[in-house]
C-alpha cells in the first residue's frame, strides 16, 4: 500500500490507547476526505478491535494500522504481541450485558473480517474491511 494511504500508531496495550488511536485514526481519515458515515464506522470498528486487543490478549503493546487499498475499500487492522497461539474465541452478549458487543459491531458493519497471525508482530491480526 502507498504510504500516504496508510496510517500506523503502536501504543501500550492499556485502555488509556484505545481514545489515542481513535483520536489519531479520526484525524487521518478526515485529512484524506473521506465521508463522515465511513469515518464514523471506521473509528467505532478500530476502537473495538483495540479494545479487544487490549483486554483479551496478553500483549504490552498493540499496533493499530489503516489503509485505502482502493478508492472504495478502507482496511483497518489491530495487530497485538501475543504469540501464545491461544484461539480467540468468540462471545455473545447478554442483553444486560455491558459489553461484549464488539466483534457483532464488526461483522454488522463491515464488508468483510478477519483473524491472521501477524507478520509484523508474531501475535494476532484482526481485521476489517470497510467499503465506501
Avoid at 450485558?97 to 454488522?108: M, N, P, W, Y
Wanted: charged residues 25%; positive net charge.
Amino acid at each position: 500500500m502507498d504510504q500516504e494511504r496508510t496510517h500506523w500508531i503502536e501504543l501500550p496495550a492499556h485502555r488509556s490507547s484505545v481514545g489515542v488511536a481513535r483520536r489519531s485514526v479520526g484525524s487521518r481519515l478526515k485529512s484524506w476526505s473521506l465521508p463522515g458515515e465511513l469515518r464514523s464506522d471506521a473509528v467505532l470498528l478500530l476502537s473495538e478491535l483495540a479494545t479487544n486487543a487490549v483486554c483479551h490478549t496478553l500483549s504490552a503493546r498493540i499496533l493499530c494500522g489503516i489503509g485505502l487499498v482502493t478508492e472504495g475499500i478502507l482496511r483497518l487492522e489491530v495487530h497485538d504481541h501475543d504469540r501464545s497461539r491461544r484461539r480467540l474465541r468468540r462471545c455473545r452478549a447478554a442483553l444486560d450485558d455491558e459489553g461484549g458487543r464488539g466483534l457483532f459491531l464488526v461483522e454488522e458493519l463491515a464488508a468483510t473480517w478477519g483473524v491472521d497471525r501477524s507478520r509484523l508482530t508474531g501475535g494476532n491480526a484482526v481485521w476489517a474491511n470497510l467499503t465506501a
